[in-house]
């Protein structure tokens, strides 16, 4: 497939891109530390892949949110709900002090995403294993509505330990749902330690193939393979695509990298100023 209709992506783009992960990796942090904790380690590892969706891949109309024909995403990993409430902010789903308000008594953004009280957000998860399955209902949706929009399900890899994920799978393949694209963030951690040490998940690609699914796999913080790949979907007419994104858990904060204990965490208020000082820098390379 070509990625006919997207604008170029330039270096200019895929540096605009890298801007606004950034962007979200400072909103979250500042978010949690306003919380006084959060789910750090799976959100930082997703913000590539959530600035590239919003802010490149998705067709989305904010001003209509309940446009017939956009594009759905479906945040399985719904502990990562931070890095898409700033995305949807920045679009201008909601306004910024609703954002600045995050888990305050009585303000819709929660830990975890809330699809009856965040406009923008298609799916109420956080339980894992329910996102994929989710999408495949949405897909089948869409066939008998006759409508071309697509699914993109944002899943953990610690969460595809789940059998649920894998009868979606299964389903997926039998009904050819070539509009569903599946992407694991593979940052090979959960919130029970390191995943090879819990359920050895290698082959991780080919057992996708051998369920009917179009893979492929891209680092996960190149935010412009990220967007080139998803650019590309379906991967192969007549299958559901899969990208598998190999990510760093905490990635951006030097003290949370591959620290499974930031999975979910609390931090102090001078590590919080260390984090944003270290994103801030990392923003300055960027430019």
């Known amino acids: 497939m070509s990625d006919a ?4 992506l330039t270096p200019g783009r895929v ?12 909103e979250l942090v500042r978010m949690f530390g306003k919380a006084g904790g959060g789910h750090f380690g799976g959100s930082l590892s997703a913000a590539e892949i959530i600035a590239a969706l919003y802010f490149d891949v998705l067709h989305l109309r904010p001003r209509e949110p309940q446009w017939p024909d956009r594009d759905r995403f479906v945040l399985s990993k719904g502990h990562a709900a931070p890095a898409m409430y700033a995305a949807l902010c920045d679009l201008g789903y909601f306004p910024r002090e609703v954002l600045d308000e995050f888990e305050e008594p009585g303000n819709p953004l929660t830990m975890h995403p809330n699809m009856r009280k965040v406009s923008g957000v298609e799916a109420s998860t956080g339980s894992m294993g329910h996102g994929l399955p989710i999408g495949v209902g949405i897909c089948l949706g869409a066939r008998l509505d006759n409508l071309s929009y697509r699914t993109f399900v944002l899943m953990g890899d610690g969460e595809t330990q789940e059998g649920s994920v894998w009868e979606a799978v299964m389903c997926a393949a039998h009904y050819r749902l070539d509009c569903l694209t599946a992407i694991v963030d593979r940052n090979c951690l959960s919130c029970d330690g390191v995943i090879a040490d819990l359920q050895r998940q290698e082959p991780f690609a080919a057992r996708w193939q051998a369920f009917g699914w179009a893979t492929r796999e891209v680092d996960g913080h190149a935010v412009g393979e990220v967007a080139a790949a998803l650019r590309t979907v379906p991967f192969e007419p007549g299958k559901p695509s ?17 620290v499974p204990g930031y999975h979910r965490a609390n931090i102090s208020p001078e590590q919080t100023r260390q984090a944003l000082a270290e994103i801030a820098a990392q923003r300055e390379k960027l430019l």
């Open 15 to 26: 540096q605009e891109l890298a801007l606004k992960a950034n962007d979200l990796r400072r």
């Open 5 to 8: 209709g997207y604008p170029p």
């Open 242 to 258: 899969v990208l598998i994104a190999r990510t760093i858990k905490g990635k951006g904060i030097s003290f949370m990298e591959n």
